[in-house]
């Protein structure tokens, strides 16, 4: 073969596998702490809201007008009760659950998502080492039992999570005490250990009275444990409150000891307002607690997509406010709560259920302006097409949420068992990488800018930057322009370095640019520098 179709063969191969980015060292960490104090719940001003179009660089010997970074909370549940999601059994082996594991964030890094919601205390049990609740029998098949080798599955999950770039949540049950899926009730369950507060429904499961100070001291103890302790970005309740009704065949919720009590003390509330009232005050409290332990961890919310019948008009359905007596209107009202994900599980042109019209509704509640990022159905919505109208739900959020966009996907079984899903998504709406939205509301550090340095070596070029000035990272974006045109890359925090071809499309790199971008999704400041 003629030797320069070598070379240029050579080149080529070079300049693809060169984009790659490698990691140098290893980011400061978070502080597991900070000082308490009292929260306020302020109103995001206009003025409050981040900017990321056109930012000059401070050095005044190059002013770069950058492109816009996409904002968009994509997230997944993934869910380990029933062994749902993963593990997958319960009885896989530590490396068998860690390699399950890593194929599943590595599906959501390679599709484009920024954030994973584990499930890691599906019924009063740990997917994690706790010292107030006994490990999941949906772990290792026996309550109690811990891995064996042993490790810390959160622990895991949180590292890998944050080597790909994606936001680990964890996802707790906070009232469900034994699932019928959970096995035997034995003396390491809850039920067994608090029966005082745990009542049993006529589908065999167990429930904490939500109206006990016991019940509701415990879940607070277990919360500011796992924010405590563990290096999370946000902490997750679902739409179990008080149970669904067909959990007890109908009948009425046996609290009887709790509403008596609460009566006898001289209370006036009717019983279903007094429920709603127990679980009221818990949502706040648990919001206040986790801002006294670490400001920048977010708290969501996934309530039942439905308030009540007739909000809007036309919509029919359950009513979480009258059956789960979860009054989740105010707690987005009063803004107890970082993100709120109503379920719209719902298609697009469902009558009675009506997605677009539920998202406006919600939105017009969200008085305090946090973040709503709707759930979507993604493994089981009842169309024919089920890609085609994720990605018009997706477009339809976009349009109605305008630059505070996201939503979060029942469940990452809709992609594992759907590669038409995957590339739906891989090649539409979530072609390019996005940053969260930022997250005003919540305290961050200022950001200095990192210093950025350039070196060739052939066609490649490498990017080195410091962190002396820079802060807590949890990720950088990197700005690469070739000719007129702009690449932008998202990498995690660990990543110091960045090898990049010199030429690309028949285009030569002419600039790069660096900033980070903090847990709360605020930007620093960056630096840009000519490549020559």
Same mark, same amino acid.
Do not use: C
């Given at each position: 073969m003629n030797k320069n179709i070598i070379r240029g063969l050579l080149a080529v191969f070079l300049s693809v596998l060169l984009i790659a980015c490698g990691s140098s060292r290893k980011p400061v960490s978070r502080p597991k702490s900070q000082p308490k104090k009292v929260y306020t719940s302020p109103v995001i001003k206009k003025s409050q809201a981040p900017a990321v179009k056109k930012e000059e660089s401070q050095d005044e010997n190059l002013k770069v007008s950058l492109p816009e970074i996409p904002r968009e909370f994509r997230g997944a549940w993934i869910a380990s009760v029933a062994n749902i999601n993963w593990p997958s059994r319960k009885d896989l082996t530590t490396e068998q659950q860690k390699a399950e594991a890593l194929k599943l964030l590595d599906l959501l890094k390679d599709t484009h998502f920024n954030a994973v919601i584990l499930q890691v205390r599906p019924s009063a049990d740990a997917l994690y080492k706790s010292e107030h609740e006994p490990w999941s029998y949906f772990l290792t098949g026996e309550t109690g039992k811990k891995p064996s080798p042993f490790y810390d =599955? $959160? +622990?895991?999950?949180? !590292? +890998? %999570?944050? &080597?790909?770039? $994606? !936001?680990?949540? #964890?996802?707790? /049950? =906070?009232?469900?005490?034994?699932?019928? /899926?959970?096995?035997? #009730?034995? %003396? +390491?369950?809850?039920? &067994?250990?608090?029966? !005082?507060? #745990? #009542?049993?429904? &006529? /589908?065999?499961?167990?429930?904490?009275?939500?109206?006990?100070?016991?019940?509701?001291?415990?879940v607070s103890k277990v919360v500011k444990d796992i924010v405590r302790r563990y290096d999370i970005d946000g902490l997750h309740f679902d739409d179990y409150f008080y149970p669904y009704a067909t959990y007890n065949q109908g009948a009425d919720f046996p609290d009887y000891a709790t509403w008596s009590e609460y009566q006898k003390s001289g209370g006036n509330l009717s019983r279903a307002d007094w429920r709603r009232a127990n679980v009221n005050k818990f949502i706040e409290r648990i919001y206040r607690e986790i801002k006294q332990e670490k400001n920048y961890v977010k708290f969501g919310i996934s309530p039942f997509g439905i308030w009540k019948p007739g909000y809007p008009a036309g919509i029919k359905g359950s009513s979480q406010y009258d059956e789960l007596y979860a009054d989740a209107k105010l707690w987005l009202n009063q803004g107890w709560v970082d993100y709120f994900t109503p379920q719209l599980y719902w298609p697009v042109n469902s009558s009675g259920q009506n997605f677009t019209a539920l998202l406006k509704w919600w939105q017009g509640e969200n008085t305090k302006k946090r973040h709503l990022w709707p759930g979507l159905n993604t493994i089981e919505v009842k169309v024919a097409d089920r890609p085609s109208e994720i990605r018009q739900q997706i477009a339809i959020s976009r349009d109605v949420l305008k630059d505070d966009a996201g939503e979060v996907h029942w469940s990452i079984a809709g992609l594992t068992k759907s590669p038409a899903m995957v590339d739906a998504l891989k090649n539409g709406p979530y072609k390019e990488p996005a940053l969260i939205p930022a997250t005003p509301w919540l305290e961050s550090k200022p950001m200095g800018r990192p210093k950025l340095s350039v070196s060739r070596s052939g066609n490649t070029i490498q990017l080195n930057w410091e962190t002396k000035k820079t802060g807590e990272a949890f990720l950088w974006v990197i700005y690469l322009r070739y000719g007129d045109q702009w690449e932008k890359k998202i990498l995690s925090a660990e990543n110091l370095q960045c090898f990049v071809p010199k030429q690309q499309d028949g285009r030569t790199l002419n600039l790069a640019a660096v900033r980070a971008a903090d847990h709360n999704g605020n930007l620093s400041p960056y630096e840009a520098l000519k490549v020559n």
């Open positions: =599955p $959160l +622990e895991f999950w949180i !590292e +890998e %999570a944050h &080597k790909r770039g $994606l !936001e680990l949540h #964890v996802w707790l /049950n =906070p009232f469900r005490a034994h699932h019928t /899926n959970g096995g035997k #009730v034995t %003396a +390491e369950s809850m039920v &067994k250990k608090s029966p !005082e507060n #745990v #009542v049993r429904l &006529k /589908n065999g499961m167990y429930w904490f009275d939500p109206a006990s100070d016991k019940t509701q001291n415990h």
